[in-house]
């Protein structure tokens, strides 16, 4: 497969690219940026860069070709050949394309077609050498050269008269009847004519010579003519005349009325066909905004195409889905949830199939409580209409959010950049994915996502809520700006969900919490600046009241939203109040148990307090009887056993973790390692290290911190100089990580050559942790 040649870039000529593109997403800068970031192992970034260009430029095979070049270079090749496909739709004789097609193909088991391709490849350039060179490895015999046809004598060219069909002379072919011929006349014999043979010379027509017994008699057509001028006794009467003439009187009347009948009603029929395009048009594009508002103007929109067609179902199946969201997402309450489950019934009926149709039996499933066998009969679906080649966007975003619902976070990961590449223009994917990323851990990839569905659709209600959450989750947050997303969320026109105004106005309950709480460790004129910037009154006792009718807003706004509950569990945590965080989080529960996030903050929250370890793995075991093997509860409940020494119980949960060899779970691997660290399982330890480092593919600190403990273990075999290399490999992957700073001078200061870069490492650590837990130590190795 071809690839660029790699250049390493300075951080100057990469900000150009990054430039270029930004001022420019439409132009060809999209090409040399996305190599860059191929080339720099900045695979999502390239990834998204490729789709822009796909976007940008439907009818170019370049940019799904560069973009199948990254999903190639993870080994995704399942994906890779998707993409190269793509490429071959819009230019089909593409060598390049052709050519990655078939090493793809031939890799994947399908040997004949990816052979087949090649040969194409190299029948489209002859001359290109790297095509020449993979039919070489991969044994395909280059065909020869086809021997020139010879060229014969020109024929000569009979008078058109004498020409017929060549097959003439062998079978008989029937003649043509000979229309309006009175009785007792038979037309008189064509004259025979003169035939070519095959050596130019003339012979006698067919018809002279065969003997009389086989000629073909010539057909004549007996029509009753009626001469008006021929005395009537010498006519013969026709039987039935008289009906004959009525009849044919009445057809003259029939005939133009029919005809006008079904003029009109194909008229008709044409414009009920436009106006029932014309209104499931403005649904599609209503669906496509994700909001509210736009959800009701689909609704209205289909409710239009139905009273043109009351059996269509492409109406019935938006209606099902924009009430099915209506219901689950914004509140709608019974009357949504009728509509969804009366239009899911009046479109089985049906039985058509539309992804619409079949997204909304899902959600309505979902958020009937029963999550898991939506997620079992979604997943089967999607997986058989993938292997028709019929893969839906639609679908796959909708599985990507029951997984995601169901802690399923790598496969809801997957599922979602899957629809991203299908509709890379889509608002409710990318937020879909800034969720995800977002419980992953993995912050700054989930802020890209959000800011993508943001420049898709301005004002986006859910990735406006999500940016602001999940800024109000760092350490020290810019207040300024979440201030700002949320006072947009409850202030623009048309408003959001009473539902997403609802979770805005608790999202503001905890801006205020945390602003509250850290004004007090600010200078006068710095708190006065941040009460300007957000709002948010100095004085504690003013702000507490504002909590509290922010949230008492909030619950008024929508009652049975156990989003709500989640979000003041986690202002009562950040206040430290772990019981009450505790019990609202569990009202969330009551509300809905089949959330696998809201059993993982009733964990944390747990956990938070001393001694709260057993009661928190007694809550995830509960929760794991009633869901099933949620990869996120089984973690979770691996680490409250961890945090109870039960180091036994925690491994064979994290095992359970890991059972399957298809998914990926690098938390359980990296707790996995631990433990064999600390027991002495030096082996055991690295094989899991190794996969957990491999596995966090695109999650820099969560690389750093599993070869930080992977050079820990090599420090305790004493293979210093594999210890070594892996701290190194730690502080390239993520120099932000701290913890490595520590344990890399802890390694160095037992060589007294190193006694300057000891001190520096430990320097930084100390700089980077004043209260952390390796802190004393450092210290000392810092020379304090």
Same mark, same amino acid.
């Given at each position: 497969?071809?690839?660029?040649?790699?250049?390493?870039?300075? &951080?100057?000529? *990469?900000?150009?690219?990054?430039?270029?593109?930004?001022? +420019? &997403?439409?132009?060809?800068?999209?090409?040399?940026?996305?190599?860059?970031?191929?080339?720099?192992?900045?695979?999502?970034?390239?990834?998204?860069?490729?789709?822009?260009?796909?976007?940008?430029?439907?009818?170019?095979?370049?940019?799904? !070709?560069?973009?199948?070049?990254?999903?190639?270079?993870?080994?995704?090749?399942?994906?890779?050949?998707?993409?190269?496909?793509?490429?071959?739709?819009?230019? /089909?004789?593409?060598?390049?394309? *052709? $050519?990655?097609?078939?090493?793809?193909?031939?890799?994947?088991?399908?040997?004949?077609?990816?052979?087949?391709?090649?040969?194409?490849?190299?029948?489209?350039?002859?001359?290109?050498?790297?095509?020449?060179?993979?039919?070489?490895?991969?044994? @395909?015999?280059?065909?020869?050269?086809?021997?020139?046809?010879?060229?014969?004598?020109? @024929?000569?060219?009979?008078?058109?008269?004498?020409?017929?069909?060549?097959?003439?002379?062998?079978?008989?072919?029937?003649? /043509?009847?000979?229309?309006?011929?009175?009785?007792?006349?038979?037309?008189?014999?064509?004259?025979?004519?003169?035939?070519?043979?095959?050596?130019?010379?003339? $012979?006698?027509?067919?018809?002279?010579? $065969?003997?009389?017994?086989?000629?073909?008699?010539?057909?004549?057509?007996?029509?009753?003519?009626?001469?008006?001028?021929?005395?009537?006794?010498?006519?013969?009467?026709?039987?039935?005349?008289?009906?004959?003439?009525?009849?044919?009187?009445?057809?003259?009347?029939?005939?133009?009325?029919?005809?006008?009948?079904?003029?009109?009603?194909?008229?008709?029929?044409?414009?009920?066909? $436009?106006?029932?395009? =014309?209104?499931?048009?403005?649904?599609?594009?209503?669906?496509?905004?994700?909001?509210?508002?736009?959800?009701?103007?689909?609704?209205?929109? #289909?409710?239009?195409?139905?009273?043109?067609?009351?059996?269509?179902?492409?109406?019935?199946?938006?209606?099902?889905?924009?009430?099915?969201?209506?219901?689950?997402?914004?509140?709608?309450?019974?009357?949504?949830?009728?509509?969804?489950?009366?239009?899911?019934?009046?479109?089985?009926?049906?039985?058509?199939?539309?992804?619409?149709?079949?997204?909304?039996?899902?959600? @309505?499933?979902?958020?009937?409580?029963?999550? =898991?066998?939506?997620?079992?009969?979604?997943?089967?679906?999607?997986?058989?209409?993938?292997?028709?080649?019929?893969?839906?966007? *639609?679908?796959?975003?909708?599985?990507?959010?029951?997984?995601?619902?169901?802690?399923?976070?790598?496969?809801?990961?997957?599922?979602?950049?899957?629809?991203? %590449?299908?509709? /890379? +223009?889509?608002?409710?994917?990318?937020?879909?994915?800034?969720?995800?990323?977002?419980?992953?851990?993995?912050?700054?990839?989930?802020?890209?996502?959000?800011?993508?569905?943001?420049?898709?659709?301005?004002?986006?209600?859910?990735?406006?809520?999500?940016?602001?959450?999940?800024?109000?989750?760092?350490?020290?947050?810019?207040?300024?700006?979440?201030?700002?997303?949320?006072?947009?969320?409850?202030?623009?026109?048309?408003?959001?969900?009473?539902?997403?105004?609802?979770?805005?106005?608790? #999202?503001?309950?905890?801006?205020?919490?945390?602003?509250?709480?850290?004004? &007090? %460790?600010?200078?006068?004129?710095?708190?006065?600046?941040?009460?300007?910037?957000?709002?948010?009154?100095?004085?504690?006792? =003013?702000?507490?009241?504002?909590?509290?009718?922010?949230?008492?807003?909030?619950?008024?706004?929508?009652?049975?939203?156990?989003?709500?509950?989640?979000?003041?569990?986690?202002?009562?945590?950040?206040?430290?109040?772990?019981?009450?965080?505790?019990?609202?989080?569990?009202?969330?529960?009551?509300?809905?148990?089949?959330?696998?996030?809201?059993?993982?903050?009733?964990?944390?929250?747990?956990?938070?307090?001393?001694?709260?370890?057993?009661?928190?793995?007694?809550?995830?075991?509960?929760?794991?009887?009633?869901?099933?093997?949620?990869?996120?509860?089984?973690?979770? !409940?691996?680490?409250?056993?961890?945090?109870?020494?039960?180091?036994?119980?925690?491994?064979?949960?994290?095992?359970?973790?890991?059972?399957?060899?298809?998914?990926?779970?690098?938390?359980?691997?990296?707790?996995?390692?631990?433990?064999?660290?600390?027991?002495?399982?030096?082996?055991?330890?690295?094989?899991?290290?190794?996969?957990?480092?491999?596995?966090?593919?695109?999650?820099? +600190?969560?690389?750093?911190?599993?070869?930080?403990?992977?050079?820990?273990?090599?420090?305790?075999?004493?293979?210093?100089?594999?210890?070594?290399?892996?701290?190194?490999?730690?502080?390239?992957? +993520?120099?932000?990580?701290?913890?490595?700073?520590?344990?890399?001078?802890?390694?160095?200061?037992?060589?007294?050559?190193?006694?300057?870069?000891?001190?520096?490492?430990?320097?930084?650590?100390?700089?980077?942790?004043?209260?952390?837990?390796?802190?004393?130590?450092?210290?000392?190795?810092?020379?304090?």
């Amino acid at each position: 497969m071809s690839t660029s040649p790699s250049k390493t870039l300075s &951080p100057t000529e *990469l900000a150009k690219l990054e430039h270029s593109f930004a001022s +420019d &997403p439409s132009s060809d800068a999209y090409k040399p940026l996305a190599e860059a970031y191929l080339d720099l192992g900045r695979f999502m970034e390239a990834m998204v860069v490729c789709k822009k260009g796909v976007k940008a430029h439907p009818t170019a095979a370049d940019p799904r !070709l560069l973009l199948a070049r990254v999903y190639a270079a993870q080994n995704k090749d399942k994906k890779a050949l998707e993409e190269v496909q793509g490429a071959l739709q819009v230019q /089909p004789e593409d060598k390049a394309a *052709l $050519r990655m097609a078939g090493v793809l193909q031939i890799k994947g088991g399908e040997s004949e077609t990816g052979r087949a391709n090649l040969l194409k490849a190299y029948q489209a350039d002859p001359g290109d050498p790297e095509t020449v060179t993979l039919l070489q490895q991969y044994k @395909v015999e280059i065909p020869r050269p086809v021997a020139p046809t010879p060229v014969l004598a020109p @024929v000569a060219t009979p008078p058109p008269a004498a020409v017929e069909a060549p097959a003439a002379a062998t079978l008989p072919v029937a003649s /043509p009847p000979v229309a309006s011929t009175p009785v007792g006349r038979v037309s008189a014999p064509s004259q025979p004519q003169a035939r070519t043979g095959p050596s130019g010379a003339s $012979r006698p027509a067919e018809a002279g010579t $065969r003997p009389p017994s086989q000629r073909r008699p010539q057909i004549v057509v007996e029509e009753v003519e009626d001469d008006e001028d021929e005395p009537s006794s010498r006519r013969k009467p026709a039987a039935g005349g008289n009906r004959s003439k009525m009849l044919s009187l009445v057809l003259l009347l029939l005939i133009p009325l029919f005809a006008g009948g079904y003029g009109w009603y194909s008229a008709q029929a044409k414009k009920r066909g $436009r106006e029932l395009k =014309k209104n499931l048009d403005v649904a599609t594009e209503q669906l496509k905004h994700d909001s509210f508002v736009s959800y009701k103007k689909a609704c209205e929109a #289909a409710d239009l195409a139905l009273e043109v067609d009351p059996d269509s179902t492409a109406a019935h199946g938006y209606l099902a889905y924009a009430y099915a969201i209506r219901w689950g997402e914004h509140g709608g309450g019974d009357d949504a949830r009728r509509q969804a489950e009366e239009h899911l019934a009046a479109a089985q009926k049906t039985q058509e199939l539309s992804s619409h149709l079949i997204a909304a039996q899902a959600l @309505v499933k979902t958020y009937s409580g029963k999550g =898991k066998e939506a997620l079992t009969e979604l997943d089967a679906q999607v997986k058989d209409l993938n292997d028709k080649n019929k893969a839906s966007s *639609l679908l796959y975003l909708t599985l990507g959010l029951i997984q995601m619902n169901a802690g399923d976070l790598e496969r809801s990961r997957d599922s979602l950049e899957r629809a991203q %590449t299908l509709a /890379p +223009d889509d608002p409710r994917v990318y937020a879909g994915l800034g969720a995800v990323y977002r419980r992953l851990g993995q912050d700054n990839t989930a802020w890209k996502n959000y800011d993508f569905a943001l420049r898709y659709e301005k004002d986006h209600p859910e990735s406006l809520l999500g940016r602001s959450l999940l800024m109000l989750e760092q350490d020290e947050p810019n207040y300024g700006l979440v201030n700002q997303m949320i006072k947009k969320l409850l202030e623009v026109d048309p408003p959001p969900s009473p539902r997403q105004l609802a979770a805005a106005q608790l #999202a503001r309950s905890l801006l205020i919490a945390r602003v509250s709480l850290a004004m &007090p %460790t600010l200078k006068p004129d710095v708190q006065q600046k941040l009460a300007e910037a957000t709002g948010v009154p100095v004085d504690a006792a =003013k702000a507490k009241a504002e909590v509290l009718k922010a949230e008492e807003t909030g619950f008024a706004l929508d009652k049975q939203n156990p989003e709500l509950n989640l979000i003041k569990g986690r202002r009562l945590l950040a206040e430290g109040n772990f019981d009450a965080a505790a019990e609202e989080i569990r009202k969330a529960i009551k509300v809905d148990a089949s959330r696998a996030q809201f059993h993982v903050e009733l964990a944390k929250a747990l956990m938070g307090k001393p001694g709260g370890e057993k009661e928190a793995s007694e809550a995830l075991t509960t929760a794991l009887k009633t869901m099933g093997d949620s990869p996120k509860l089984v973690v979770m !409940l691996g680490n409250a056993y961890r945090r109870q020494n039960k180091l036994d119980d925690a491994l064979a949960q994290y095992q359970r973790a890991v059972k399957d060899p298809k998914a990926k779970n690098p938390e359980a691997r990296l707790a996995m390692g631990g433990i064999y660290r600390e027991r002495s399982e030096w082996d055991k330890a690295k094989e899991q290290l190794e996969k957990a480092s491999q596995e966090f593919f695109g999650q820099p +600190d969560r690389v750093a911190m599993a070869l930080t403990e992977l050079g820990r273990v090599y420090q305790g075999q004493g293979n210093a100089a594999k210890a070594d290399e892996s701290f190194q490999r730690a502080l390239t992957s +993520d120099e932000g990580y701290s913890p490595v700073y520590y344990f890399y001078a802890a390694l160095l200061a037992k060589d007294p050559k190193q006694t300057a870069k000891v001190r520096t490492l430990a320097q930084e650590y100390v700089k980077r942790e004043p209260k952390g837990e390796y802190l004393t130590d450092a210290q000392r190795l810092a020379g304090n």
